[in-house]
């Protein structure tokens, strides 16, 4: 089977799914992406762990699912009105890095590693790219604001959307290498018709949504522009590491980390321009 029949399989079966997912909110929601994030959670430490670096599942999974749940649009989704409604994320993320540093500092004097540095900055990088920056996925459903689901539906499809659009354009115009060494399929043609193709659609969908067509159009900017870099970013720790994909969730597709790549950065930046704008 081709890579682009798995990539359409993969795209018409799970998209109308994570589709309806955003639609009924709440727990329905909050557990399937919870476990897609605890499955990159796992990869990533893999990763980490192949380059010579300790960053372990059983220490990273427990800080890194706190910041999921700790936003307060987060547990006003899951739980209702909190009772509590101070930031408890910024205390939490405080009380994870002493942790993390105390877990370093054993590397250390154990012996137990030969980069504990190393092992103490992945460890932090892995909390803030799957606990902070994943944090958005359930913040953006959490705002308690008028069609929030249209507008997390927009964000995912503007990112997917200009994904496929890339990876057209990128087969059929592509000539000049965008980034050679990480990625070398990735084509300026194709990054660029993926910004235009995303766009516009995100746009034109918008419109059918009856969202604010300013707001959508900064939104599809957004999407279309950022999110190569996640996947770019993911690209670089699997380089150093010397693998095609973080893992084999999904056929045609990669691992947990490769579909979360850019959708993590766009559904953050959607978050915080919806929050201030709408």
Not at 86 to 102: E, H, K, N, R
Not at 128 to 137: I, P, V, Y
Not at 191 to 220: E, H, N, Q, S
């Amino acid at each position: 089977m081709g890579n682009l029949l798995k990539r359409a399989l993969v795209v018409f079966t799970l998209g109308p799914l994570t589709l309806l997912l955003i639609y009924l909110g709440g727990w329905w929601y909050f557990i399937p992406f919870a476990a897609l994030l605890t499955i990159a959670t796992f990869e990533y430490s893999k990763l980490m762990g192949e380059y010579g670096w300790r960053a372990p599942f059983w220490l990273l999974l427990p800080i890194v699912i706190a910041q999921w749940i700790l936003p307060i649009p987060v547990r006003i989704m899951l739980f209702g009105q909190s009772i509590i409604v101070a930031d408890l994320v910024s205390p939490a993320l405080l009380i994870s890095m002493l942790i993390l540093l105390c877990y370093a500092l054993w590397l250390y004097e154990r012996k137990e590693s030969e980069d504990a540095t190393g092992s103490w900055m992945a460890s932090i990088g892995g909390i803030l790219l799957l606990g902070w920056l994943g944090s958005h996925f359930f913040r953006l459903r959490g705002l308690d604001i008028e069609q929030v689901v249209a507008w997390t539906t927009l964000a995912m499809l503007g990112t997917w959307i200009a994904d496929s659009g890339a990876y057209v354009f990128g087969k059929s115009l592509g000539k000049h290498k965008l980034s050679p060494r990480l990625s070398p399929n990735k084509t300026v043609e194709g990054y660029l018709g993926g910004i235009i193709v995303g766009t516009l659609f995100t746009v034109l969908i918008a419109f059918f949504l009856d969202l604010p067509l300013v707001i959508a159009l900064i939104l599809g900017l957004l999407v279309s522009v950022v999110s190569p870099a996640g996947d770019l970013g993911i690209s670089l720790l699997k380089r150093s590491v010397g693998v095609k994909d973080s893992g084999n969730l999904l056929p045609g597709h990669g691992g947990a980390l490769d579909r979360i790549d850019s959708l993590a950065w766009s559904v953050a930046f959607a978050y915080y321009l919806i929050l201030y704008a709408t």
